[in-house]
């Protein structure tokens, strides 16, 4: 075990069993992104797990509330990302593009904002991340093929390609400094499915704060790739190769399917119909 992930692991008691179980309790967790809609969600959904919540993003983010604190920074910002950072015990990383747009947008706030935040973990000895990947790092891939962690990427655009880079970016930490992370290659994480599609990439609110708690909690991940899934009925991913963070979905879009299908169905030729990633496969390219 690397000496800056032996905090988290300090947290982790071994019952008399063998097993290990944390305290589920951080000093001080930042959570990047945190005025996004999956960050606004989050803001609340992870307050009982760390003493102090440091919020930040580029976009306004409100007065701080009790045990938070609120830190506006831009992530294309190195220096700005290193203060931000420091004092941490863990981060999610949310912030950043989060659909396809021009390369020049995704290079600042993705490409360079990744590394940004790795390079302060390192400087600061954070020893856990979450990293908020990507189903848009395999879109290419047909929905008929079914993957795991282990399947070639096919990235589906710049976001996509920047998403991958990350998923690289936590490879390279962990193997050259020991930083841990769990990269989640979430699917479509809203209020409920709004598409076909999304019936079999859908993640509920309460099963993405679930996997991100495990994420956060289990020791010794070193660098797992997940899929953000619910347990719906139709799904593509395979997470056998995360099976160590105990994730079970209790969630699923069956309950949606009557509502969804009453949408007219989807042209055989359209994108949305043929690849994981949908929509995105036929995003730009921008200002040709
Ligand atoms: N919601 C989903 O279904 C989904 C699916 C796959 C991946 N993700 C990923 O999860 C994360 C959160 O998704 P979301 O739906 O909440 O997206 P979002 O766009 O609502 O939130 C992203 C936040 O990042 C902030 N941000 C953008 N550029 C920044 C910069 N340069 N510096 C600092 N902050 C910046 C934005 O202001 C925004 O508040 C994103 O990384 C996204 O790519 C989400």
Same mark, same amino acid.
């Given at each position: ?23 589920? &309790? %951080? ?5 990047? +992104? =945190? !005025? /996004?809609?999956?960050?606004? #969600?989050?803001?609340?959904? $992870? ?6 919540? &440091? %919020? ?5 983010? +409100? =007065? !701080? /509330?009790?045990?938070?604190? #609120?830190?506006?920074?831009? $992530? ?7 203060? %931000? ?13 989060? #659909? ?189």
């Amino acid at each position: 075990m690397s000496e800056i992930s032996q905090n988290l692991a300090d947290s982790a008691a071994a019952t008399p069993g063998g097993s290990v179980v944390t305290a589920h &309790r %951080l000093n001080r967790l930042l959570l990047t +992104g =945190a !005025a /996004g809609g999956l960050g606004k #969600v989050l803001r609340h959904s $992870l307050r009982p797990f760390a003493s102090t919540l &440091r %919020l930040s993003d580029i976009a306004d983010l +409100g =007065a !701080a /509330g009790p045990d938070e604190e #609120v830190v506006p920074c831009n $992530l294309a910002d190195k220096a700005a990302v290193d203060a %931000l950072v420091a004092g941490c015990d863990a981060i999610v990383h949310l912030g950043g593009v989060s #659909v396809e747009r021009p390369f020049e947008e995704v290079l600042e706030a993705n490409i360079k904002g990744v590394f940004h935040v790795y390079e302060a973990a390192r400087r600061h000895q954070v020893g856990r991340v979450v990293f908020a990947s990507s189903n848009h790092v395999i879109g290419f891939h047909k929905q008929t093929e079914r993957l795991d962690a282990a399947s070639q990427r096919r990235p589906d655009g710049y976001y996509g390609l920047s998403k991958s880079f990350g998923e690289d970016v936590a490879q390279f930490y962990f193997d050259r400094h020991g930083i841990e992370t769990v990269s989640i290659r979430i699917g479509s994480s809203f209020p409920e499915p709004v598409n076909r599609r999304m019936m079999s990439t859908w993640l509920s609110y309460r099963d993405l704060t679930t996997l991100i708690e495990k994420s956060l909690f289990t020791p010794g991940v070193k660098h797992t790739v997940v899929y953000g899934a619910s347990a719906n009925r139709d799904l593509w991913w395979d997470n056998h190769a995360a099976a160590h963070l105990g994730f079970e979905p209790q969630d699923t879009s069956e309950v949606f399917r009557d509502k969804v299908e009453q949408q007219p169905p989807v042209a055989a030729d359209d994108p949305n119909a043929i690849y994981q990633g949908g929509a995105f496969t036929a995003q730009g390219p921008f200002g040709d």
